[in-house]
């Protein structure tokens, strides 16, 4: 039978980045312009105009920035991980933590932080719908949220994404619709855990230990990272996009190729040639099913294999290898196991 467990009061808390959570939707409908309006709230305004009735918990709302997720930087990945260890040591009681966060990059945040992430259990969470709008999800999603930060049941330090009533592993996650309330899903696997209408949380399957993880003395030198880009492969395509990117500094590239995993032929020579210059190349998939393998075809080339993450994914996690200089040899077993 699955488990449940009691909710016991717990201190949860909540940290605000903007996104359509914080928005203010011009009308009942307004699920597409709302951005237009210029109203953003920060948490203590609309819990005020929107209570969460969760007398059993208690609420530390932490307004972060109004850091809109189309303009989020890898910068912006650093700062928001050491603010959260901060938060922590400033209060050491907490339970659990949740961030709000806008859902374009969602999924790239959470995974990001799920690498870099030390303490409390931490879950991300966002809207489709401005609060104000009919049929927001933006309250339900935090509500949940917070019950699945505050439950025993998922591990100490976790770091995972609750949406639309489920909660999933950050590596699995992955937003395949544009504004539908059900837009974030687990495709390959499925999700985690889900939310239950009385809080309770009911786990289905546990979650695959990530085999990287920065330690406390690497996340305390980790100021910035290293520049990595996505090459998407089509037909027809050259190699115009791969010199760009070697021209403007970037230490590592993820090819997102043809399924099962190859580059166009006109990427191809550029490729290699950026693997004698010293660039990390990784050959993934546009497809986010099943697994880009360590090939010979690529390996003789010095073309590391993508394993299963999707393109976005392998980019957060080879910037932080690169970023603390974890050898070529290690990258590809990461990579594979990832």
Known sequence: MPKKEKRTRTKIAVIGTGGTFAMHGAHDYDWIDYFDSGIIYSLGELLERHPLNLAEFEILTVDYKQLPSTGITPTDWVQLSAFIQELQQRHPDLSGIVLTHGT????????????????????????????????????????????????????????????????????????????QLNAFEAPEFGPLARIEPDGSVTIRRQETPTPFRLNADQLKTLTSLPRVDIVYSYAGADNTAIKAFCEAGASGLIIAGFPPGRSANGERQALVEAVKKGVVVVQSSRSYRGMVPDQSYNREEGILGGGQLTVQKARVLLMLMLATKTQREDMQKILLEA
Do not use: C, M
């Open 104 to 179: 374009a990059s969602l999924e790239e945040t959470a995974y990001y932080l799920n690498l870099t992430h030390q303490g409390a259990r931490l879950i991300v969470t966002g809207a489709q719908r401005p609060a104000n709008t009919a049929g927001s999800d933006a309250i339900t999603n935090l509500r949940a949220a917070i019950f699945a930060a505050a439950s025993p049941t998922l591990p100490e330090s976790s770091v995972n994404v609750v949406f639309d009533g489920f909660v999933y592993s950050t590596r699995d996650i992955l937003k395949t619709g544009n504004h």
